[in-house]
């Protein structure tokens, strides 16, 4: 069983699948087998890494509070140990604050950005806070019962929402572990430093979230240029379970185009290093090229209310 060793803590994770690497970070109190229903249409065409963040599953529960920096540092060490040098970066609830973190501290080694159902800052999800407050305190029964109603949108078939209730139940997660997750996220804001980020990104949500609200997504969208932004109108909180097969169809479009933008930046830089010597100013119109037909992707669909081949309803604003 592989682990990446953290001075204060034991970080489990494991891998499926060849090709370009991608991260996967669940959220607060899920370990990584709940992405279940994604891990396998990505594996097909990529190398998936996943793992426990610390406090939850197979991984340590040290004191906390475990700051979002903390655990991105555990998400590094965790690439470091899978022996990749960078990775596509797709996170949801706080692991898409984990992701953003990660991004920030360490741009070298994130090739692009997936966000689901989270926000920018704490601050932004007053809606959850009940929820959160309660997985620090309640026993795992009384958590089922809230989850299998604020997490799921309304159309979501019961054996869905039992199946992922299956893994809950038998996800390792202390107290101690809820506590210092929810406690180090406390203060995490990363709202004026959205512009760092030059990558591709995918902004995903549920328009029925009931725990982020919807408008954490279009300001995370607005504040990264070129970001793509993905409403699923009936898909609540847990939008992977909910609308399973479109989101992993926009995840796997966007990795596709996203591949292809850092393949071409990359072999500018390996291929032609005369060129940033002695012609900046030809690496720079290349450049221009690959994001250009990067914010083709970022865009397709958009326009008029009604337009576009996925029918969309605003600026960034999708809905399959």
């Known amino acids: 069983m592989p682990f990446a060793d953290r001075p204060d803590a034991r970080i489990w994770w494991d891998q499926s699948g060849t090709g370009d690497p991608i991260l996967l970070i669940m959220g607060h109190a899920y370990g990584a087998d709940m992405w279940h229903r994604t891990v396998p249409?990505?594996?097909?065409?990529?190398?998936?890494?996943?793992?426990?963040?610390?406090?939850?599953?197979?991984?340590?529960?040290p004191p906390g509070p475990y700051s979002v920096q903390l655990m991105a540092a555990d998400a590094l060490a965790v690439l470091d140990a899978a022996g990749a040098a960078s990775a596509h970066v797709y996170g949801v609830s706080l692991g898409g604050a984990i992701a953003l973190q990660l991004a920030l501290d360490h741009p070298g080694r994130v090739r692009s950005l997936i966000l689901g159902c989270t926000a920018a800052s704490a601050g932004g999800v007053p809606r959850g806070a009940l929820l959160t407050r309660a997985?620090?305190?309640?026993?795992?029964?009384?958590?089922?019962?809230?989850?299998w109603?604020?997490?799921?949108?309304?159309?979501?078939?019961?054996?869905?929402?039992?199946?992922?209730?299956?893994i809950v139940r038998r996800t390792r997660c202390s107290s101690r572990g809820r506590r210092g997750q929810l406690t180090?996220?406390?203060?995490f804001d990363v709202t004026g430093r959205l512009a760092e980020i030059r990558i591709p990104t995918l902004v995903m949500h549920g328009a029925r979230d009931r725990i982020v609200p919807a408008?954490?997504?279009?300001?995370?969208?607005?504040?990264?240029?070129?970001?793509r932004l993905v409403i699923f109108?009936?898909?609540?909180?847990a939008y992977i379970t909910d609308v399973t097969q479109a989101a992993n169809q926009e995840v796997l479009h966007f990795l596709a185009v996203a591949s292809a933008w850092m393949t071409?930046?990359?072999?500018?830089?390996?291929?032609l290093p005369p060129i940033r010597r002695l012609?900046?100013?030809?690496?720079?119109?290349?450049?221009?090229?690959?994001?250009?037909?990067?914010?083709?992707y970022a865009c397709y669909g958009q326009g008029h209310r009604g337009a576009g081949r996925h029918g969309a309803v605003g600026p960034r604003d999708h809905q399959p």
């Open 41 to 61: 249409g990505l594996a097909a065409s990529y190398r998936v890494i996943r793992f426990d963040n610390r406090g939850v599953g197979r991984s340590s529960d």
């Open 135 to 147: 997985r620090s305190l309640l026993p795992a029964a009384a958590l089922n019962r809230m989850a």
């Open 149 to 166: 109603k604020l997490l799921y949108g309304p159309g979501t078939p019961d054996s869905r929402r039992a199946e992922d209730q299956q």
């Open 184 to 187: 180090g996220a406390a203060g």
């Open 215 to 227: 408008a954490s997504a279009r300001r995370l969208a607005d504040g990264i240029a070129g970001a």
């Open 233 to 237: 109108p009936d898909a609540g909180h």
């Open 264 to 271: 071409d930046e990359e072999a500018l830089a390996s291929e």
């Open 279 to 296: 012609s900046v100013d030809v690496q720079a119109v290349h450049q221009r090229s690959v994001r250009r037909d990067y914010a083709e």
